[in-house]
């Protein structure tokens, strides 16, 4: 079984400009959630996604948005890129069930915001 | 809101001893305390989790207990290996809202020396 995929894998920006990351979760997994992760924060919730609903949010700016398709694939936005966007992206995906709760981890996406 | 706090920051042990890592939460509604392992430059990989209804929960050399009444959960690794060298991040579920959001700790970095 194919693990959690995100792409790119590493990608350069400027101040100002805004980034698309996505994120193909394992076979028949349905929830998505994305952390960012810098030395100094640790990883941080930034959203989840189930069913193509965000089912919970994380304390990030506007400019964080995301969306989950109807074959479960996500992507999100970052727009008006900041220096302090800079980190790694991690995607994880998560199967259904009440007694599930194991995240599998993509091997991230990193930005860097020049 | 949510916060989990965790230490040491760093922990350094020789081969064949033992590891222990503390980690406190706040919300009381949480119910679900996983552990990751971040090999450098890899993804995190979940080594053991427990629920709010288990104390202590072993699989080999790895432990978890969870103590609900002073809100704090300690992983424990006996008989340590160069291989366990990583970083270890504690978690909760946020308040018991879902599996898909998790609230981390700052991280341990484990250096077992042979």
């Known amino acids: 079984k194919a693990g959690v995929t995100q792409t790119p894998r590493y990608l350069i920006k400027t101040r100002g400009q805004q980034v698309t990351l996505s994120c193909s979760p394992i076979?028949?997994?349905?929830?998505v959630s994305w952390y960012q992760q810098t030395p100094g924060q640790g990883l941080q919730f930034l959203f989840e996604?189930?069913?193509?609903?965000?089912?919970n949010k994380g304390n990030f700016p506007g400019r964080f948005s995301g969306r989950q398709f109807s074959n479960s694939r996500s992507e999100m936005n970052v727009s008006t890129l900041e220096l302090g966007d800079s980190a790694l992206y991690l995607c994880?995906?998560?199967?259904?069930?009440?007694?599930?709760?194991?995240?599998?981890f993509g091997e991230g996406s990193r930005l860097t915001v020049l | 809101g949510e916060n989990v706090e965790q230490h040491p920051s760093t922990l350094s042990v020789q081969e064949g001893d033992s590891a222990v890592i503390k980690c406190t939460y706040s919300?009381?509604?949480?119910?679900?305390f996983p552990w990751y392992k971040q090999e450098l430059g890899k993804r995190p990989q979940l080594i053991i989790d427990?629920?709010?209804?288990?104390g202590e929960k072993k699989d080999q050399r790895i432990a978890v207990t969870l103590n609900k009444t002073a809100k704090h959960f300690s992983l424990h690794i006996t008989e340590t290996q160069p291989e366990d060298s990583a970083v270890y991040f504690c978690?909760?579920?946020?308040?018991?809202?879902?599996?898909?959001?998790?609230?981390f700790g700052q991280g341990t970095i484990l250096t077992v020396h042979p």
């Open positions: 919300d009381s509604a949480s119910n679900y």
């Open positions: 994880a995906s998560s199967g259904t069930g009440t007694t599930t709760g194991e995240l599998f």
């Open positions: 996604y189930f069913s193509e609903t965000q089912r």
């Open positions: 978690a909760d579920n946020a308040g018991g809202t879902s599996y898909g959001k998790l609230t």
């Open positions: 076979s028949g997994h349905r929830s």
């Open positions: 427990i629920r709010s209804n288990v």
